[in-house]
């Protein structure tokens, strides 16, 4: 698909899914830091190509390889690019090519022929690598400028590129054998030992990969400039993976939520417009009869408050009249009673004494028996 793409960002995309590819060989084999290490150094090198993308994009006002072939680039951007697709392509001596060679001798461990699966997929990186290296580079001196509005200085554009570069050309310290010997005592870990014969071939098929994707581009073959074939154009739209899905999954979701939306307008939201319907009437009914719901508690109380004033007109002012006069009766009832008392007679005197010590003496006594002192 990267080889077929005539669109920039997808062909580095669909180059960073087959590399992906790559890594799932290495741990399938039984060699993760192998892929561990090729993951890092395809961050390394991918992250430029897709900064030179969009700054080429940018300036052609377009991703289409034809395009971006068009405008003319900085000479820095282009050869540090060049080290960058370089890298992805796995040529001798980068750190990127270490790593892929590593995942070619972890799947001859396996087995020679997905020894040479992985190769054949090496040499395709070269392929979509070269595709992309030579849009930008090629009859370079002849280009048009392109549009050259940035949002600041280009060094903040560039710069980032330049450090990129320098770290995916340190890389290559990995083919030294003391380095990564050590790589590997560092990670607890043990690297296949690459076999010449796979190197060979492997070099041999990243090289035809190259010179293909050189005269991919100097005969426009699947750069976009002209129509590609059916087979080329069927890999170009990623196997019509996005028309399948459109069709298969976009639109049968986007009707049956449409359904739903109509099932909702006639099912949910009639519920709702009923029970707004339900209460509407229920106020207009409330309306008519609210005012004598209303007038009919204030009349009920009012016919309560008279009554109860004129029960308090004959009971209550009886009452309220009677407690000031019968403490008055009761106190002169009592003093009538105690002017008899005052006879003067010395034996009616005596006798009220004598029953007043008798009280006194049985009150005593009954408190000495109640106390238990008897």
């Keep these: 698909m990267a080889a077929a793409s005539p669109h920039a960002k997808r062909l580095l995309a669909g180059s960073t ?14 060699y993760p830091v192998v892929a561990l290490l090729h993951f890092a150094l395809h961050a390394l090198m991918k992250a430029p190509l897709f900064m030179v993308a969009g700054i080429a994009g940018h300036q052609a006002g377009s991703y289409n390889l034809a395009n971006i072939a068009r405008v003319r680039l900085p000479d820095s951007l282009i050869y540090t690019s060049a080290i960058a697709a370089l890298a992805l392509a796995g040529l001798f001596p980068l750190g990127a090519a270490w790593t892929k060679e590593g995942v070619v001798s972890a799947a001859g461990v396996v087995a020679p022929w997905l020894a040479i699966v992985v190769m054949l997929a090496g040499g ?6 070269a595709r992309f290296q030579w849009s930008l580079f090629l009859r370079h ?12 200085p280009a060094w903040q554009q560039h710069g980032p ?42 070099m041999v098929l990243v090289l035809l990969g190259l010179f293909a994707g ?59 417009r009923a029970g707004a319907r339900f209460a509407l009437w229920l106020a207009s ?13 204030p009349r009920g109380g009012a016919r309560f408050g008279l009554a109860l004033a004129a029960t308090s007109s004959r009971c209550l002012e009886w009452l309220s009249d009677q407690l000031p006069e019968a403490p008055s009766r009761l106190s ?43």
């Excluded at 995916?168 to 083919?175: E, I, Q, R």
Aim: proline share 3%.
């Design 17 to 30: 899914s087959a590399h992906y590819g790559l890594m799932f060989v290495a741990i399938g084999a039984g």
């Design 124 to 129: 395709l990186s070269a392929v979509y690598a």
């Design 141 to 152: 001196k002849e280009k048009q400028p392109g549009n050259s509005s940035t949002s600041g």
């Design 161 to 202: 590129l330049y450090v990129l570069a320098v770290l995916v050309l340190s890389g290559s310290v990995l083919w030294l054998p003391t380095v990564n010997r050590e790589l590997g005592a560092w990670l607890a870990s043990s690297f296949p030992g690459i076999r010449l014969w796979e190197f060979v071939v492997s």
């Design 214 to 272: 050189y005269r991919m581009v100097t005969t426009e073959l699947g750069q976009g400039g002209r129509r590609l074939s059916a087979g080329r154009d069927f890999l170009a739209r990623w196997l019509f993976l996005p028309q399948l899905a459109q069709r298969f999954v976009v639109m049968p979701v986007d009707a049956l939520s449409r359904r739903l939306a109509t099932l909702d307008d006639k099912a949910v939201d009639a519920v709702v």
């Design 285 to 297: 009914v409330g309306v008519r009869s609210g005012e004598s719901l209303s007038d009919l508690l």
């Design 332 to 374: 002169g009832l009592a003093g009538h009673q105690i002017r008899r008392l005052q006879s003067g007679m010395l034996h009616h005197y005596y006798s009220l004494m004598a029953a007043g010590v008798g009280v006194f003496v049985l009150t005593l006594l009954f408190a000495i028996i109640k106390g238990g002192l008897l």
